[in-house]
């Protein structure tokens, strides 16, 4: 029997899916942990080279190492810089922004996404959103202060008022290792 992917999407499998759903040719979006690069290739390749893909990272080696990864696709900008700047270098309306906090995997675990300039990055995202957009964020409890984060982001998107977003989460029930979960954000 050929194989089948798993019944359930993983959180950051359904953060594509939902973002694949959205963003078309000509779309601007935001990859605010650009890390590795692999969710700024994927927003890349939806936005297309008439598109815009805004990244960030506060470290030089995810914005080196994406920076190769993305290549000479001229839709792409980085930022070394903190999401929680964004209103400097980001204007409105954007289409989609994705989070994937935590730490940059094979690098420094002490280098992690924070509550505050999370919530600060989210505040700004969500203000900046376009009508019909959405905002992913994956979500990391494994590590010390990842819990907090994600109360932080769940008690904040909770907040957002429903006449004006949706707010939506995803998480596994009954897996070890704590396995990443999603919060999504989209606007009306
Ligand atoms: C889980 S990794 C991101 C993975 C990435 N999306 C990928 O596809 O490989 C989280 C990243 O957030 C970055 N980070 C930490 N604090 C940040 C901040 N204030 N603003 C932007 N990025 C930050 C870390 O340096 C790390 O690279």
Partial sequence: MASRRPPLPTATTLAHQLVGDRLVP??????????????TVFLASLVGSNGRVIGFD????????????????????????????????????????????????????TVTTLPHTTIEALRLASARLESGGIITIALYTGHAGGQDEADAVTDWARRLPQDSFTVSRYQFLNQENSPPHLVCVGRR
């Fill in 26 to 39: 000509g779309d601007t979006a935001v990859d605010a942990t650009v890390g590795n690069g692999h969710d």
């Fill in 58 to 109: 506060v470290q030089a080696a995810a914005i080196e190492q994406t920076a190769q990864r993305t290549g000479s696709l001229r839709q792409v900008v980085l930022h070394e810089a903190g999401h929680e700047r964004i209103g400097q270098f980001v204007e409105g309306p954007i289409q989609a922004f994705m989070f994937n906090l935590g730490y940059l995997p094979g690098s420094d675990k």
